[in-house]
């Protein structure tokens, strides 16, 4: 459902670029003030062997450790998080660890 929220607004009058939804669940918040951003919606379905499964390593998004965030799918799950900016997001599958 749309609403009047800076993003609604931004998609139904064709402006481009991407502003999340701020009645939305949060998938994490663009940095304020630097102007003009542009983002990416990146969303990983896993589809892998029961024997594998799916890395995401999200650079620039931290938990305060100063470590970046990792996020390990199995067969089926999903997941979604914004690019901006110097954030990056690798995929690579691997064997699980016996």
């Not at 939804?21 to 062997?49: D, E, F, Y």
């Not at 089926?76 to 691997?94: A, K, L, P």
Request: aromatic fraction near 4%.
């Amino acid at each position: 459902m749309k609403c009047d929220c800076p993003g609604c607004v931004r998609e139904r009058k064709g402006l481009g670029g991407y502003q999340p939804c701020s009645k939305s669940p949060k998938l994490s918040n663009p940095p304020q003030n630097k102007g003009n951003i542009m983002t990416t919606t990146v969303i990983v379905q896993a589809h892998c062997a029961s024997d594998k499964e799916v890395i995401v390593t999200i650079e620039g998004l931290n938990d305060g450790d100063g470590n970046d965030t990792v996020k390990v799918l199995q067969d089926g799950e999903t997941y979604q998080n914004v690019v901006f900016d110097d954030r990056v997001i690798s995929i690579c599958e691997q064997y699980k660890a016996d």
